[in-house]
C-alpha cells in the first residue's frame, strides 16, 4: 500500500507565497521522478514542475522564477515553494510520484496525492 500525502495548501493574497509538501510511504523500493501538477475548475491537470531522483528539474513556462520544486530523499518527499502567487495560479494542486515496489521488479507505478486547494485572492 503506497500513499501520497500533500500538505501546505491554503488561502494566500496575491504577491504572497506558499510551501506544499508531499510525502509517500507504504511499501516502497525506490522513488524516481516526483512532480507537482494543478487543476483548475473546468481545466485540464497540468504539469506544474518536475524533478528527478538526481534532482534535475523542469517547469511549466508560466511559473518559472517564481516556483521552486525540491525533495529530500531521505524522508519520500517533494516540496513546492511557491512565490509572487497570481490569482491564475489558483486550482487543486497534486503531488505523483514514479516508483518501484521491489528490488526484483524494475516496473514504475504511478502514485498521486489526494490534492490540496491552493486559492489566491486579488
Known amino acids: 500500500q503506497v500513499q501520497l500525502v500533500e500538505s501546505g495548501g491554503g488561502l494566500v493574497q496575491a504577491g504572497g507565497s506558499l510551501r506544499l509538501s508531499c510525502a509517500a510511504s507504504g511499501s516502497i523500493f525506490s522513488i524516481n521522478a516526483m512532480g507537482w501538477y494543478r487543476q483548475a475548475p473546468g481545466k485540464q491537470r497540468d504539469l506544474v514542475a518536475r524533478i528527478t531522483s538526481g534532482g534535475s528539474t523542469n517547469y511549466a513556462d508560466s511559473v518559472k522564477g517564481r516556483f521552486t520544486i525540491s525533495r529530500d530523499n531521505a524522508k519520500n518527499t517533494v516540496y513546492l515553494e511557491m512565490n509572487s502567487l497570481k490569482p491564475e495560479d489558483t486550482a487543486v494542486y497534486y503531488c505523483?510520484?514514479?516508483?518501484?515496489?521491489?528490488?526484483?521488479?524494475?516496473?514504475?507505478?504511478?502514485?498521486w496525492g489526494q490534492g490540496t486547494q491552493v486559492t489566491v485572492s486579488s
Open positions: 505523483n510520484a514514479d516508483l518501484t515496489l521491489h528490488w526484483s521488479n524494475s516496473r514504475e507505478f504511478r502514485y
